[in-house]
């Protein structure tokens, strides 16, 4: 028998003790000391077994730690003990580590706290190393063992017996002997609890409603291999008992250098495979944009141009300055740093959210994106946050976004103009579209077309800036705003855009004052900008042809 304690001075009191258990057949005891034992125990006794059965003592490996008092006893467990009842389930927390060790299906599994392992262990060393008793007449009910593995009968039929493993959750058949339960495991509660998953329910199949939906075979094995074989960890974010089962939901804990990301649950995998349907109290979870925007201030002109335009309420602007575009290209050089170990499979997202923060794996590049959509067919729809271009992809093309990226501000700022508003209320057309978009691009896809932009709001939740744009024409500032209108595809919603034409450099400033120039643009002057815009962009077309 080996005996750890912590302090060698308690090593007579500890002998005292074992000889008031030991008078016969003492075992030869070897004492140590070491400076700390596990959960803070003061004694740790390691008693090998021996020998016998009826009125003889049968010794078991046990370990005395902070569960049971130091220094008042030596758990001896007697072969002749009266029979004695299991203790209650285990009891869970919120946020505890968990492991699933039993699938039937998502409704039904078993679960066991992770820091049970060692008690689970213990228990299967115990009754691979004792001498066990062969039941004789087996009954319903009746706390079984065989193989190391404690068993509760479910039912029997002729020679075979139907069990469940109390640690496991495992259900089985067999024609061998089982062996009664030693009152020294009897001790320990059942390890395994029985649980189904919160939130969630069988999706139906091939579109119709069922009033009895039951679980795919594909349901089944995803859930199978995602809980024993994906080599996860879990934790118990939720639970709610009932009678004989717990309703709980699982979250997978994010990676390391990952946490802003946060923890993904395992009913939201299964909605999104297709495979589960959420049910009607379901907590809704939304996400704020997780990117910092370009500040721009509303008491001073911007140089700005346009990086991508999809008519003149929704369209992306970047600052023209010659120091905004070095920062853009360190981040970009950044961005491309450890593409290879970012684009990993390790880093695949398992349930894209709206709003998620991302990395997209373009042909030639790697881009910072933000989910804006998610579709049943594994697909997403991505807005790529430093150019504003909007696109479609399979999820397999994006990936975690490390949480440095998230610190960089996007590149470019959703904007809007203001008081323009599309024709007789209806949506903008492709023509109107087209028409903004031939003033806007620049002579080249190089040479972007440069204006001055007046910040006039922005609207909260969605960070867009509503704003007027001013170009040079001539000796002119051209209000592209009032530009619209005065041509005829938009409209002017609270007539503030009615002039068109400033003095150069001097648009903003009268404007807010109030002190609009006399010369208004005429008709021809209008009508000859549009076709300078016109054979520009045709002649772009020829050159591309």
């Not at 946060?262 to 109290?281: E, H, M, Q």
């Not at 109030?514 to 054979?535: D, L, P």
Request: with cysteine.
């Amino acid at each position: 028998m080996t005996i750890i304690m912590t302090n060698l001075k308690d090593m007579n009191k500890i002998y005292q003790i074992c000889r008031e258990f030991l008078n016969e057949n003492s075992p030869a005891m070897t004492y140590s000391q070491a400076g700390s034992l596990p959960q803070n125990a003061k004694v740790e006794i390691d008693a090998v077994a021996v020998l016998g059965k009826g009125p003889d003592l049968m010794f078991e490996t046990r370990y005395i730690s902070s569960r049971a008092k130091p220094l008042t006893g030596i758990c001896i467990y007697r072969d002749d003990q009266k029979e004695i009842n299991l203790p209650p389930d285990l009891t869970f927390e919120v946020n505890e580590q968990i492991v699933v060790t039993y699938v039937v299906n998502p409704s039904l599994f078993y679960v066991r706290q992770a820091a049970k392992h060692r008690t689970f262990l213990e228990i299967k060393n115990i009754l691979t190393t004792i001498n066990l008793e062969v039941v004789e007449d087996v009954y319903v009910g009746q706390y079984v063992c065989r193989n190391g593995s404690r068993m509760q009968v479910l039912g029997t039929e002729g020679n075979l017996i139907r069990f469940v493993s109390i640690d496991t959750g495992y259900q089985g058949v067999t024609d061998c002997k089982v062996f009664h339960l030693p009152n020294c495991v009897k001790h320990f509660p059942p390890l395994a609890k029985k649980c189904g998953l919160r939130y969630i329910e069988p999706g139906c199949t091939m579109g119709e409603k069922s009033k009895n939906p039951t679980w795919s075979n594909r349901a089944v094995t995803d859930f199978h291999n995602l809980m024993l074989n994906s080599g996860y960890q879990f934790i118990l974010s939720s639970f709610v008992r009932n009678e004989d089962h717990c309703q709980v939901e699982i979250h997978i804990p994010s990676s390391p250098g990952k946490e802003h990301h946060g923890s993904v649950s395992v009913g939201d995998i299964l909605i999104f495979k297709g495979l589960a349907v959420s049910t009607p109290n379901k907590p809704e979870e939304t996400r704020q944009f997780p990117y910092l925007q370009i500040p721009f201030s509303n008491t001073e002109e911007h140089n700005v141009f346009l990086t991508y335009v999809i008519d003149p309420h929704c369209f992306y602007i970047r600052p023209s300055s010659k120091s905004f575009e070095n920062h853009v290209h360190e981040h970009k050089s950044k961005f491309q740093e450890n593409a290879e170990e970012n684009l990993s499979k390790k880093n695949l997202l398992l349930v894209p959210a709206v709003n998620q923060a991302c990395l997209v794996s373009l042909p030639e590049d790697i881009a910072r994106g933000v989910i804006t959509k998610v579709y049943q067919d594994f697909k997403v729809e991505v807005l790529l946050v430093d150019c504003g271009k909007t696109m479609k992809c399979s999820v397999g093309r994006i990936r975690m976004i490390p949480k440095e990226f998230l610190k960089i501000p996007c590149l470019a700022r959703k904007a809007m103009l203001y008081d323009v508003e599309p024709p007789a209320n209806t949506c903008w057309s492709e023509e109107v579209t087209k028409v903004f978009y031939d003033i806007a691009k620049g002579p080249t896809r190089k040479q972007k077309k440069v204006f001055r932009m007046v910040v006039e709001d922005e609207i909260d939740g969605i960070s867009t800036l509503v704003v007027s744009l001013y170009d040079d024409y001539k000796d002119l500032d051209i209000c592209l705003n009032a530009l619209l209108i005065k041509i005829g595809i938009a409209e002017s919603q609270q007539g503030f855009h009615l002039q068109v034409n400033f003095p150069k450099g001097r648009s903003h400033q009268q404007r807010t004052q109030g002190k609009f120039h006399s010369k208004q643009m005429s008709a021809n002057c209008v009508q000859e900008m549009w076709t300078n815009i016109k054979s520009v962009r045709q002649a772009q077309c020829e050159t591309l042809m």
